[in-house]
């Protein structure tokens, strides 16, 4: 069975910073590029970032870049969100999904084939 399984989110003050991991299992994906999302109440899902199957190159989401950065280690096959400068609009439920294709590609959710469950994140002010 394929898992992705997000954990390091929780409650930080404004201005913090938290480290999300997305661990894979079942399957390896190291040949997958490997992205973030996010999704806040009564909002749609958002892409966050993207890093291709080898770590070479990045994609991000322009409100995001300089305070987020994506990082994966395919020894681990885990894929990681260092989020710093944290701001309550940050808050939401953080996705970790994985893909295969072309990178860059659209920033959309539906290029993506793989899925966690979500891990919440809340910013207080």
């Known amino acids: 069975q394929v898992q992705l399984v997000e954990s390091g989110g929780g409650l930080v003050q404004a201005g913090g910073s938290l480290r999300l991991s997305c661990a894979a299992s079942?399957?390896?994906?190291?040949?997958?590029?490997r992205g973030w999302f996010r999704q806040a109440p009564g909002k749609e899902r958002e892409f966050v970032a993207a890093?291709?199957?080898?770590?070479?190159?990045?994609d991000y989401v322009d409100s995001l870049k300089g305070r987020f950065t994506i990082s994966r280690d395919n020894a681990k096959n885990t894929v990681y969100l260092q989020m710093n400068s944290l701001k309550p609009e940050d808050t939401a439920v953080y996705h970790c999904?994985?893909?295969?294709?072309?990178?860059?590609?659209?920033?959309?959710?539906?290029?993506?084939?793989?899925w966690g469950q979500g891990t919440q994140v809340t910013v207080s002010s």
């Open positions: 999904a994985a893909r295969g294709g072309r990178f860059p590609a659209t920033q959309g959710p539906s290029t993506y084939n793989y």
């Open positions: 079942g399957r390896t994906f190291s040949t997958y590029h």
């Open positions: 890093i291709s199957w080898d770590g070479r190159m990045t």
